[in-house]
């Protein structure tokens, strides 16, 4: 941006003419000389201050707009490179950082300090964690301990009592003891460690074995028939299933004859004469075939064009005649379909927000039972109804 | 010196900066947005911390307004 756009914009922005933009502009600028050559700071709100700085006129910008400026970096800080040392060539020395403009405090610095100061007590403190709150205790055991002897002492050695008296006595053998107090801590510490390491593994093992074990009994339960679904018994599983009326173990002819209206009788009849000769397995047979056929009527007469709605199906199709947002109407219609003989389903289904009454005639196994029946179905409903899924 | 003419100067010259446009006026300077890399510093006792990249802010001020200053 140049002084043409800029005095363009501010025209612009404060609705004075250019020649007055102009005008403020030099009479700005004016002002900014008077102040600097008085020695003096000058401060333009929201911007920054100008300041004269030797014979170059310094500008700082505001914190807004520093921030404004920085968006993309904010909170971002300073970070500690630790173990990174001046053979760096990289590293840029700064032998004396309050000159250098970019000295200023360093959030954290004076924490890395204490760090750096502390850090052989540190070292000391992780060599002695293993004695944990043994060792506060010894310490407190030991006022009149001498200031050469470590503060990692270890509990046994502060146990009798006369040793801090020999310690002050010998301050040469206290130092002397000082490598043995440490390895036995060390090890200790080692120790721990290693239990600990072996307690976790094994946790995860009993965790393995428990796992392992409710897997093994599911199975059992479950494909074992310990529930009473036995997969190795298929007669059973007949049975079962049949007495369920979820699946029928229906018979070839029985499946062709699908959408007839079959009895009980008929499909024992059918079973009976399809049996095998054997007494034993006949009478199973018979057994079975008759809950089947019971079950197969009553499926039966769950589905088709015509009687009353069966809440028992669910997964059945039905051909939707009517899709209103009048409850009533639909209820209307219903009832006249009904009083007609068809078999009617009533669904709400919300679309855009919107609830929609369906009213379905009859109830079918599959879409293509649904398609055959719709095509018998009166005018206007024949040429204008749509088949959707009971739920 | 009209304020409100000096509010819309400071207005525009932030949007301007922060857009990350160069601002130059003749017989006042330069403003100009300037990225700074991140960078290690380390200070005597052997600290060396990592300093993030930041935009700074540079003026240049025309000659003639520091020579007129002085």
């Known amino acids: 941006m140049n002084r043409k756009k800029l005095v363009d914009l501010l025209a612009e922005k404060t609705g004075l003419e250019k020649a007055e933009v102009e005008d403020q502009l030099v009479l700005f600028m004016d002002q900014l000389k008077s102040e600097l050559a008085k020695g003096e700071d000058f401060k333009v709100s929201g911007l920054g201050t100008f300041s004269m700085e030797g014979d170059d006129i310094a500008f700082l910008a505001e914190e807004k707009l520093s921030t404004e400026v920085n968006f993309k970096y904010a909170g971002m800080k300073p970070i500690e490179l630790i173990g990174a040392y001046k053979e760096t060539p ?31 007590e540190e070292e000391q403190v992780n060599i002695t964690e293993a004695a944990g709150q043994e060792e506060e205790k010894g310490n407190e055991e030991l006022p009149e301990r001498p200031a050469n002897v470590p503060e990692d002492v270890k509990p046994e050695t502060v146990e009798t009592p006369q040793e801090p008296a020999e310690e002050q006595k010998k301050p040469d053998e206290a130092a002397k003891a000082k490598p043995a107090v440490k390895t036995s801590s060390k090890k200790d510490f080692r120790s721990k460690r290693k239990k600990e390491s072996t307690d976790s593994l094994r946790k995860l093992l009993v965790a393995a074995v428990v796992i392992i074990a409710i897997g093994i009994s599911g199975w059992m339960f479950y494909d074992l028939g310990y529930l009473g679904g036995s997969a190795g018994n298929e007669s059973g599983n007949s049975v079962s299933e049949s007495s369920v009326g979820q699946k029928f173990s229906t018979v070839p002819e029985q499946q062709a004859n699908n959408g007839s209206n079959k009895t009980a009788a008929d499909t024992v009849t059918n079973k009976e004469t399809t049996g095998t000769d054997k007494t034993s397995e006949q009478d199973e047979s018979n057994s079975t075939s008759s809950i089947t056929g019971i079950a197969e009527a009553s499926r039966q007469s769950v589905y088709g064009l015509r009687g009353g709605a069966s809440p028992r199906v669910e997964d059945g199709y039905t051909i939707v005649v009517h899709s209103l947002r009048d409850e009533n109407k639909v209820r209307r219609l219903n009832e006249e379909l009904q009083q007609a003989g068809y078999r009617t389903v009533i669904s709400g289904a919300t679309v855009m927000d919107t609830t929609f009454w369906r009213l379905g005639l009859g109830q079918f196994k599959t879409i293509d039972d649904a398609k055959k029946a719709s095509q018998s179905l009166p005018d206007p409903y024949k040429s204008n109804h749509f088949i959707k899924r009971i739920q | 010196m009209d304020q409100k003419f000096l509010g819309a100067f400071s207005e525009i010259l932030r949007e301007e900066i922060t857009k990350k446009n160069e601002v130059s006026v003749d017989g006042l300077g330069v403003f100009k947005p300037e990225h700074k890399k991140q960078y290690q510093k380390q200070f005597d006792d052997g600290r060396v911390v990592m300093m993030p990249p930041k935009d700074k802010i540079t003026f240049v001020a025309d000659k003639k307004l520091i020579s007129d200053s002085e």
Do not use: L, N, Q, R
């Not at chain 1, 000295?103 to 760090?115: A, I, K, L, R």
């Open chain 1, 90 to 120: 990289h590293i840029a020395i700064d032998s004396s950082p309050a000159k250098e403009p970019d000295s200023e405090p360093v959030p954290g610095v004076e924490e890395y300090t204490e760090e750096m100061d502390t850090a052989a």
